[in-house]
């Protein structure tokens, strides 16, 4: 069975490593999968690497910046995608797919498509849009629930996206949190985590997201400040892409607060593991994580995470069992950081826990027979 997907952008930020890791593990059950993306970015060679099918079609999607949306913008994307789908669909019809899956909701040409050919859509809701991102839909909610309502299959990858993205949504739901690794890797993990845990090393935190004023790590930075205040010996590990007006003030307030020689900005990683092998938890101080990747990321390397305490932070991160949970600012921060650093008996049922909850929910396997079963019952 051939399944066409298609996603908005072309980088390798959450939405798309999850893409992947979902068509390498419905490859296991049989499934062709070819990805179809508006244009070249860091997503195609990694997708050469993953010896994984894609063409490069031009298509817009469909949603805007709040700052800039207008209904004549809106318009003009619209009129040039119904000019473009004559064409898509003579390039996907020859792949002959059973399904059109749709990996954003930024995106709503493949439900086109999907009605042009006749066969069943798929429609992956992976972020709020305005909380998150300051994305709203093209033509407003209405329409958007309208599209939504035309799928055969909407998955959200959270319990609060479906409360506050999907409320209005009358097609078939489900919610599958996303895979983050394969079961390969379980044993690898444990042996990165116990040689980490028995090391001497300053406690090391560390915060991988988008560098944006949405993420907060200006947060983590006046944490960091507070700790050393307190002389408590602390690292903190910045992991993002800086080269935007926030990544440069976060270097320099770092330089104002003094931590300079506690914070390590790494810029963008490939690999998130990478750091999180070498660190002992994960910050997260994002208010609208939709599902929170990165904290089902630590917790699959056998750290906890101290995040805030709201939407999918709070769905992932049970306070005290597998992590922390804070709520005000970067001093209520700090006291949870303080905290892990000094009950060495706490921070250690964390990490056992953190492990036990990513290995019971986040494996690739997990991910995917949940999403083949859906494909399955509405191809029968």
Same mark, same amino acid.
């Given at each position: 069975?051939?399944?066409?997907?298609?996603?908005?952008?072309?980088?390798?930020?959450?939405?798309?490593?999850?893409?992947?890791?979902?068509?390498?593990?419905?490859?296991?059950? $049989?499934?062709?999968?070819?990805?179809?993306?508006?244009?070249? $970015?860091?997503?195609?060679?990694?997708?050469?690497?993953?010896?994984?099918?894609?063409?490069i079609f031009p298509f817009l999607n469909s949603t805007s910046n709040i700052k800039?949306?207008?209904?004549?913008?809106?318009? @003009?994307?619209?009129l040039i995608n119904l000019i473009l789908l004559p064409k898509l669909y003579l390039?996907?019809?020859?792949?002959?797919?059973?399904?059109?899956?749709?990996?954003?909701?930024?995106?709503?040409?493949?439900?086109?498509?999907?009605?042009?050919?006749?066969?069943?859509?798929?429609?992956?809701?992976?972020?709020?849009?305005?909380?998150?991102?300051?994305?709203?839909?093209?033509?407003?909610?209405?329409?958007?629930? =309208?599209?939504?309502?035309?799928s055969d299959q909407v998955i959200a990858i959270s319990d609060c996206i479906k409360?506050?993205?999907?409320?209005? +949504?009358?097609?078939?739901?489900?919610?599958?949190?996303?895979?983050?690794?394969?079961?390969?890797?379980?044993?690898?993990?444990?042996?990165?985590?116990?040689?980490?845990?028995?090391?001497?090393?300053?406690?090391?935190?560390?915060?991988?997201?988008?560098?944006?004023?949405?993420?907060?790590?200006?947060?983590?930075?006046?944490?960091?400040?507070?700790?050393?205040?307190?002389?408590?010996?602390?690292? %903190?590990?910045?992991?993002?892409?800086?080269?935007?007006?926030? $990544?440069?003030? %976060? @270097?320099?307030?770092?330089?104002?607060?003094?931590? @300079?020689?506690?914070?390590? =900005?790494?810029?963008?990683?490939?690999?998130?593991? @990478?750091?999180?092998?070498?660190?002992?938890?994960?910050?997260?101080?994002?208010?609208?994580?939709?599902?929170?990747?990165?904290?089902?990321?630590?917790?699959?390397? $056998?750290?906890? +995470? +101290?995040?805030?305490?709201?939407?999918?932070?709070?769905?992932?991160?049970?306070?005290? =069992?597998?992590?922390? %949970?804070?709520?005000?600012?970067?001093?209520?921060?700090?006291?949870?950081?303080?905290?892990?650093?000094?009950?060495?008996?706490?921070? =250690?049922?964390?990490?056992?826990?953190?492990?036990?909850?990513?290995?019971?929910?986040?494996?690739?396997?997990?991910?995917?027979?949940?999403?083949?079963?859906?494909?399955?019952?509405?191809?029968?």
């Amino acid at each position: 069975m051939t399944i066409v997907f298609f996603t908005h952008y072309s980088n390798l930020h959450g939405a798309n490593k999850s893409l992947i890791e979902l068509v390498l593990g419905l490859k296991e059950h $049989g499934i062709r999968a070819v990805i179809f993306c508006p244009f070249d $970015g860091p997503l195609i060679p990694e997708l050469k690497t993953k010896n994984i099918e894609y063409q490069i079609f031009p298509f817009l999607n469909s949603t805007s910046n709040i700052k800039a949306a207008n209904h004549f913008k809106s318009l @003009q994307k619209l009129l040039i995608n119904l000019i473009l789908l004559p064409k898509l669909y003579l390039t996907v019809r020859k792949f002959k797919p059973k399904i059109i899956y749709t990996n954003s909701s930024c995106l709503n040409i493949g439900l086109a498509l999907a009605k042009l050919m006749r066969i069943p859509h798929f429609w992956h809701i992976r972020e709020f849009g305005k909380l998150d991102y300051d994305l709203v839909p093209d033509f407003g909610n209405c329409f958007f629930n =309208f599209c939504l309502n035309q799928s055969d299959q909407v998955i959200a990858i959270s319990d609060c996206i479906k409360q506050h993205v999907l409320s209005k +949504v009358k097609a078939k739901l489900a919610v599958i949190w996303n895979g983050v690794f394969s079961d390969n890797s379980i044993e690898l993990f444990k042996e990165n985590r116990k040689a980490r845990m028995e090391s001497q090393d300053v406690f090391t935190f560390c915060i991988l997201s988008q560098i944006s004023k949405n993420k907060f790590q200006e947060e983590a930075l006046r944490a960091i400040a507070i700790l050393k205040s307190k002389k408590i010996a602390s690292r %903190l590990i910045i992991v993002g892409n800086l080269e935007n007006h926030y $990544g440069e003030y %976060l @270097q320099s307030l770092a330089v104002q607060l003094r931590i @300079q020689d506690s914070v390590d =900005f790494f810029g963008f990683v490939h690999d998130p593991y @990478q750091v999180l092998f070498n660190a002992d938890a994960l910050i997260t101080c994002s208010r609208y994580e939709a599902m929170g990747r990165v904290s089902a990321e630590a917790m699959a390397s $056998g750290i906890p +995470v +101290v995040g805030f305490n709201s939407y999918g932070t709070s769905e992932l991160v049970k306070d005290h =069992f597998n992590g922390l %949970l804070y709520t005000g600012n970067e001093v209520d921060l700090a006291k949870k950081m303080i905290q892990i650093i000094e009950d060495r008996e706490l921070y =250690f049922k964390l990490a056992t826990q953190a492990a036990e909850t990513a290995n019971e929910n986040f494996t690739r396997e997990i991910y995917s027979q949940k999403i083949f079963n859906l494909i399955s019952d509405s191809v029968r």
